[in-house]
């Protein structure tokens, strides 16, 4: 069984900062890419930023420049820096993983956790 186990959420106020962690534990393997995504209230799930194994990464582009997203492949965790946080990220925060059940298996396999609350006050 795999698990997505996020961390780091919480309050803050414009113009702060948060830095969410994510840890991939479980029966996963060559996980490709690791991201975070958000879903507010009546909307659907959005891309916030990802992370291939390699290092190469992609944004929002509401976040540029603001968030940073980085892993640890030996830890199987994923991390989201967040600065100069906004009212409107204020969201529920979905960690993400694709990776096979077996070691060199081509099958891979959508994984989400729990979601982690990020509220920004104004």
């Known amino acids: 069984q795999v698990q997505l186990v996020e961390s780091g959420g919480g309050l803050v106020q414009a113009g702060g900062s948060l830095r969410l962690s994510c840890a991939a534990s479980?029966?996963?393997?060559?996980?490709?890419?690791m991201g975070w995504y958000v879903q507010a209230p009546g909307k659907q799930r959005e891309l916030v930023a990802v992370?291939?194994?390699?290092?190469?990464?992609n944004y929002a582009d509401s976040v540029k420049g603001r968030f940073a997203i980085s892993r640890d492949n030996a830890k199987n965790t994923v991390y989201l820096e967040m600065n100069s946080l906004k009212p409107e990220d204020t969201a529920v925060y979905y960690c993400?993983?694709?990776?096979?059940?077996?070691?060199?298996?081509?099958?891979?396999?959508?994984?989400w956790g729990q979601g982690t609350q990020v509220t920004v006050s104004s």
């Open positions: 992370i291939a194994r390699g290092g190469s990464t």
């Open positions: 993400y993983a694709r990776g096979s059940k077996l070691p060199r298996s081509p099958t891979k396999y959508d994984y």
């Open positions: 479980g029966s996963i393997f060559s996980i490709d890419p």
